[in-house]
C-alpha cells in the first residue's frame, strides 16, 4: 500500500499540472480572443479550474505541514 505522505505527493503535482494546464489555457484564451465564438466562456472556465486548483493546492500544503 502507498504511504499518505506518497499520496499527498502525488495529489500535489497533478494539482500544479492542472493548475499550470489552466492558466497557459487561459492566456491562449485571451491571446486568440477575437477569432474565437465563445472566448469569454473559455476563459472564465479556466479561470475558474486555476482558481479551483490554487485552492486544492493551497489546502494539501497547509495540510502536510
Known amino acids: 500500500m502507498a504511504s499518505p ?3 499527498n ?3 500535489i503535482i497533478f494539482n500544479i499540472i492542472i493548475f499550470v494546464f489552466a492558466v ?3 492566456v ?3 491571446v486568440n480572443y477575437q477569432n ?3 472566448g469569454l466562456a473559455f476563459i ?3 479561470i475558474l479550474i ?3 486548483s490554487a485552492a486544492r493546492i ?3 500544503f497547509k495540510k502536510t505541514k
Open 58 to 60: 493551497y489546502k494539501l
Open 36 to 38: 474565437t465564438d465563445n
Open 5 to 7: 505522505q506518497n499520496y
Open 28 to 30: 491562449a484564451n485571451i
Open 50 to 52: 486555476a482558481v479551483a
Open 44 to 46: 472564465i472556465l479556466s
Open 24 to 26: 497557459l489555457l487561459t
Open 9 to 11: 505527493k502525488f495529489i
